[in-house]
Structures are given as C-alpha cells and as structure tokens.
C-alpha cells in the first residue's frame, strides 16, 4: 500500500456470472476504478467455465494490481448443486487472490448490508443506492453482481469491519 492509497478488488462469487469491482481509496473516500462481471459460457464444461474464471481474474489482477482483495462469503440458499459450484468457483478467485500475494477479506452479505446501510437486512435496492452514492455515480451499478462487488470493495476500503 501506498502513503496515499490503495486499490481493492471485491469479488462476488459466482460460475456463471463472477461480479468484480474496483476501487482506490485513501482511507476516507472511495472512487471508482473499475467494475463488471466475467461471465462463463453455460453449456461449457464446469472445468472449462473454472478456467475462464481463473483467466479473467489473472486478467483482472495484471490490470488493477489490487492491495487487497475483498470476497463475498457463501450464502446457502435453497441447491445444494449450485452452492458447490459457487463455492468452487469461489474456491478458483481465492486461489488467484492468493497467488497475487494481496491480503485478503471476506464479509458475510450481512456484514456488508449492516457496513453500508447500518441494517444487515437492507434490501438489494438500499444497497445499490449506497454504492451509488459512495461512489458517486449518476445510477446503481448494473448487473447486481457487479453492484455486490463494489459494495464489498467500498466495505474493505472504510475499513467499517
């Protein structure tokens, strides 16, 4: 890290979509770098859509040189074959993050709402308004992936864990 900053890299799991954001922050304010998603090919084999996760992240990592990276922690909902293959996909963005060598947070979606919006049950839309006005953006990120992204970014940034 720099005397006057750093980058952060939030991460918002996923295999079919991986939500990525951007920011540089001084400890006080946050400004947007960079956000959007890595998106997979559905009808691809699972071990071809973990490679091309692991190959826009090296990508990722090679532009923005992160000095930290902040991961989205697991919710469990409703399939279990669709956990393991975010969880495995997860599992590919660790693997990255650690081999760029930058520490690396995780929050829980809780954590992130109740850091944001001082309300770990915001809704999506109170969510993506903070990130909005954190960054100071003209309209909410779009996909919600890379909205999600951000938002654990801007989390790891303030330092509001």
Same mark, same amino acid.
């Given at each position: ?5 750093? @980058? %952060? /890299? ?12 951007v %920011?540089?922050?001084?400890g ?8 959007? +998603? ?9 071990e071809?859509?973990?490679?091309? @996760? ?13 000095? $930290? %990276?902040? +991961? ?11 956990? *393991? ?8 963005? $660790?693997? *990255? ?14 954590? @992130? ?16 308004? $903070? ?9 909410p ?10 938002? +654990?970014? @801007?989390?790891?940034? /303030?330092?509001?864990?």
């Open positions: 890290m720099t005397d006057h900053g750093y @980058i %952060v /890299l939030g991460l918002d799991p996923g295999y079919g979509r991986m939500g990525f954001g %920011v540089f922050t001084d006080k304010t946050v400004e947007l770098i960079d956000y959007g +998603v890595a998106v997979t090919v559905s009808g691809d084999a699972f071809n859509r973990l490679l091309s @996760i692991a190959n826009d992240l090296h990508a990722l990592f090679e532009q923005h040189r992160p000095h $930290m %990276v902040a +991961v989205e922690k697991l919710f469990f909902g409703k399939s279990s074959s669709n956990a *393991m293959k975010v969880a495995e996909a997860r599992g590919v963005a $660790m693997l *990255m993050a650690a081999q760029s060598g930058a520490p690396i947070v995780e929050f829980t979606p809780a954590q @992130i709402k109740k850091a944001l919006t001082g309300d770990g049950k915001a809704p999506k839309a109170g969510m993506q308004r $903070m990130v909005k006005e954190t960054l100071k953006l003209p309209a990120p779009k996909p919600d992936d890379a909205a999600d992204a951000l938002a +654990v970014a @801007i989390v790891a940034a /303030l330092k509001k864990w």
